[in-house]
């Protein structure tokens, strides 16, 4: 009985490690093909939505790339005003700060947005963080971005007690740019950390799950809606 009931549970947990295996290897394959959907969608809109970013913006973790903050917020947008909703995603998975001043920041120029939005920072703070290189790079950004631009700070990083503590002093420096140079704060750390749940995260345990990107566009959208004509 005691071997039978050792099998069960030992077939389980190779069930579950498959189960994990196959997830992620699901989420890596969506990094070029939810790349590939936003160079697809509409060029045509009353209403311009240019999106600068990482792979957060790119909406890697949900199910369909239209269930990322970006997707949520232009069908939010569109239900508020009625106007079609050109979305212009400029971001790129694994991008860093320097990423998007030296290569999405030059294509912004093309487009004449009503709304831009931007998270970065994620994989500054995940990787070798270091504070006065964070410094420098964001405020360089931050004094490129248009005025207005809606800017995500550090979401909470789950049980990554050095990360959490790196993306405080991240979200310090972007605090004082934001006001600085007139952008407008979304505070993802504060709903994020409110919400943490197993349920709000990717199989990584590092992007959100489609639950997790509805509570990012919560918070984006409490920003947003009040600038909308």
Do not use: C
């Given at each position: 009985m005691l071997k039978k009931a050792l099998l069960v549970l030992v077939v389980l947990i190779v069930?579950?490690?498959?189960?994990?295996?196959?997830?992620?290897?699901?989420?890596?394959?969506?990094?070029?093909?939810?790349?590939?959907?936003?160079?697809?969608?509409?060029?045509?809109?009353?209403?311009?939505y240019v999106a600068l970013g990482d792979s957060a913006a790119q909406g890697i973790g949900a199910s369909k790339p239209q269930l990322g903050y970006v997707g949520l917020l232009a069908a939010r947008i569109h239900q508020q005003n009625g106007q079609t909703v050109r979305i212009v995603n400029l971001s790129v998975t694994g991008a860093k700060i320097d990423d998007v001043i030296r290569k999405q920041m030059p294509e912004l120029r093309h487009y004449k947005p009503d709304l831009v939005t931007i998270d970065i920072g994620g994989n500054d703070v995940a990787q070798a963080y270091n504070h006065q290189t964070f410094e420098t790079e964001y405020g360089r950004?931050?004094?490129?971005?248009?005025?207005?631009?809606?800017?995500?700070?550090?979401?909470?990083?789950?049980?990554?007690?050095?990360?959490?503590?790196?993306?405080?002093?991240?979200?310090?420096?972007?605090?004082?740019?934001?006001?600085?140079?007139?952008?407008?704060l979304v505070d993802l750390q504060t709903i994020t950390r409110q919400r943490d749940s197993i349920r709000t995260y990717a199989p990584d345990y590092f992007h959100?799950?489609?639950?997790?990107?509805?509570?990012?566009?919560?918070?984006?959208?409490?920003i947003i809606q009040p600038t909308l004509k």
């Open positions: 069930a579950l490690v498959l189960i994990e295996l196959i997830a992620l290897l699901r989420l890596k394959a969506n990094v070029s093909s939810y790349a590939a959907y936003w160079k697809q969608v509409p060029t045509s809109g009353t209403f311009t950004l931050a004094a490129a971005l248009p005025k207005g631009t809606v800017v995500g700070n550090m979401p909470y990083f789950g049980g990554r007690i050095r990360h959490n503590a790196q993306a405080l002093d991240a979200n310090m420096i972007i605090a004082i740019n934001v006001k600085k140079y007139d952008l407008h959100p799950s489609n639950r997790g990107y509805s509570n990012w566009a919560e918070a984006y959208w409490q």
